[in-house]
């Protein structure tokens, strides 16, 4: 299988995003990255409902949102109504995890799971059947722009060797500082899709540096 590549659009110029995501489609990346924050889980405020429905209005591109809120379950409806086709939320957010993966399930979309740099892997073990996304998060939660923590790319080559032997059909999926040097860490470490927010949207040509990341898998 070929690496996905999933821009950030936390990166975007917000105040040209139609382009942005013009240039997101033209690039031959393979998904939209929505990240969402509260203010509570994670000391920053991004995107909320009003901005998903825009981006939906003026691209067909699968949208993957990630939520860093404390109370996932009470989002849910309103962001598959917006336009969410994979929701992935925190293990470390206040709610009952099963629950929520189900009733994103519900909602007709795919679910995943994330974990913080310093929390354990083991905690998505018994949930690993039930969804379609495990995150793995290369910095801490927030902000763009963090330096790769090379540590947790251990996280990706366990989970990875489980999902594998167990033959579940998730992917791991890995998030932060991610550019044509660490995608390749990631890669070789068992992730089957890779978040860049900074390094893609700051290129000069975006095509070109998302083939490079896409190039690593086939080497």
Known sequence: MSIIVSPSILSA????????????????????????????????ISFGIPVLKSVKKITDMFIDVHFMIIDPM?????????????ITFHVESDVDIKSTIDKIHS??????????PNTPIEIVYDYLPFVENILVMSVEPGF??????????????????????????????????INDVTAKIAIDAGADDLVSGTYLFKSDDMKNAVQAIKLIKEC
Not at 107 to 116: C, D, F, H, N, S
């Open 74 to 86: 009470k989002y849910v409806d309103a962001f598959v109504d917006a336009g969410a086709d994979m």
């Open 144 to 177: 763009g722009g963090q330096g790769f923590i090379h540590e947790t790319m251990e996280k990706v080559s366990v989970v990875k060797k489980i999902i594998t032997e167990k033959r579940y059909s998730c992917l791991v999926q890995v998030d932060g500082g």
């Open 13 to 44: 110029d917000l105040s040209d995003l139609k382009t942005d995501i013009r240039r997101v489609e033209e690039s031959g990346a393979d998904r939209i990255h929505f990240d969402v924050m509260d203010g509570v889980f994670v000391n920053n």
């Open 107 to 116: 909602r007709g979309i795919k679910a995943g799971l994330t974990v913080k």
